[in-house]
T-cell receptor, first 114, second 114 residues
Framework: SQTIHQWPATLVQPVGSPLSLECTVEGTSNPNLYWYRQAAGRGLQLLFYSVGIGQISSEVPQNLSASRPQDRQFILSSKKLLLSDSGFYLC?????????????FGEGSWLTVV | TQLLEQSPQFLSIQEGENLTVYCNSSSVFSSLQWYRQEPGEGPVLLVTVVTGGEVKKLKRLTFQFGDARKDSSLHITAAQPGDTGLYLCAGGEVKAGSARQLTFGSGTQLTVLP
């Protein structure tokens, strides 16, 4: 069966410091990978998605970047964090060209920028 | 851009009551997913509906996809405190093969009081 893990689960970082959130998927090949951000108790905002190694699409202009160095690894980064980057970040995956389009989520990472 | 509106945003009911959550759009979706999310965790898939008019039941939960595939509802019978959580609907885009596959609603926060 497929599993997805992201870490760290909780992170407190000062303004201006770098960020690296990691996500890995097991049990599947060539998945679509996603990074979402969620405001407290609300819906999900798609930040980045990737259809393959080195292929990243950004949905919103922001202080963050994403990379996919390996087929099942997705990394969310920032060189200098802003207070507004605080939030709950979710990594997710889906089967390429799947129908219906179902996305499976990781456990989430709480980021607090202080 | 396809949008999904969920209502109500917040719902607090007593144990044993029935409730319905709605997910509406002016756009047609190829599929509709419902997720439940608990605090500090990633959303968990409850059901996927793909055919207009389709009804699926999951124990005390009944999901319906509108005939025109523009809306969906989630009905819970005899709610229990364990049903408490954030319910998210997500619509799959009609365009096939797109990695940007799901549009999420803003969520309904359900609290079931014992």
């Amino acid at each position: 069966s497929q599993t997805i893990h992201q870490w760290p689960a909780t992170l407190v970082q000062p303004v201006g410091s770098p960020l690296s959130l990691e996500c890995t998927v097991e049990g599947t090949s060539n998945p679509n990978l996603y990074w979402y951000r969620q405001a407290a108790g609300r819906g999900l905002q798609l930040l980045f998605y990737s259809v393959g190694i080195g292929q990243i699409s950004s949905e919103v202009p922001q202080n963050l970047s994403a990379s996919r160095p390996q087929d099942r690894q997705f990394i969310l980064s920032s060189k200098k964090l802003l207070l507004s980057d605080s939030g709950f970040y979710l990594c997710a995956w889906s089967v390429t060209f799947s129908s219906p389009h179902t996305i499976y989520f990781g456990e989430g990472s709480w980021l607090t920028v202080v | 851009t396809q949008l999904l509106e969920q209502s109500p945003q917040f719902l607090s009911i007593q144990e044993g009551e029935n409730l319905t959550v709605y997910c509406n759009s002016s756009s047609v979706f190829s599929s509709l997913q419902w997720y439940r999310q608990e605090p500090g965790e990633g959303p968990v898939l409850l059901v996927t509906v793909v055919t207009g008019g389709e009804v699926k039941k999951l124990k005390r939960l009944t999901f319906q996809f509108g005939d025109a595939r523009k809306d969906s509802s989630l009905h819970i019978t005899a709610a229990q405190p364990g049903d408490t959580g954030l319910y998210l609907c997500a619509g799959g885009e009609v365009k096939a093969g797109s990695a940007r596959q799901l549009t999420f609603g803003s969520g309904t926060q359900l609290t079931v009081l014992p």
